[in-house]
């Protein structure tokens, strides 16, 4: 299992930005990494997800062109960089680790999570 931690969220004004971090105990074995969202009365929806080792990366369509994941490997550390941010991005936002081998699923450890509230 590996611990993770998110830092970033708060509250912005609609067209604003905001950047998440995400540190890893360890890297072993991680073979993907992925930031996932859950709005007030919503299920948990997948935002974007990004290989450890090769750097490709997934988005959602609603975050496309707004949204950068990207990563420290030296660090350990995941990172989501929210441009354009719209009310509706408001979330509990999550990151998650997967030692899957054939793509990013099965995200087997998660972290506490982190509040991003968007103001129009």
């Known amino acids: 299992q590996v611990a993770l931690v998110e830092s970033g969220g708060g509250l912005v004004q609609a067209g604003g930005s905001l950047r998440l971090s995400c540190a890893a105990s360890t890297r072993t074995f991680i073979t993907w990494m992925g930031w996932f969202r859950q709005a007030p009365g919503k299920e948990r929806e997948f935002v974007a997800s990004?290989?450890?080792?090769?750097?490709?990366?997934y988005y959602t369509d609603s975050v496309k062109g707004r949204f950068t994941i990207s990563r420290d490997n030296a660090k350990s550390t995941m990172y989501l960089q929210m441009n354009s941010l719209k009310p509706e991005d408001t979330a509990i936002y999550y990151c998650?680790?997967?030692?899957?081998?054939?793509?990013?699923?099965?995200?087997?450890?998660w972290g506490q999570g982190t509040q991003v509230t968007v103001s129009s």
């Open positions: 990004i290989s450890w080792s090769g750097g490709i990366t």
């Open positions: 998650a680790a997967s030692k899957s081998l054939t793509g990013p699923e099965n995200f087997g450890s």
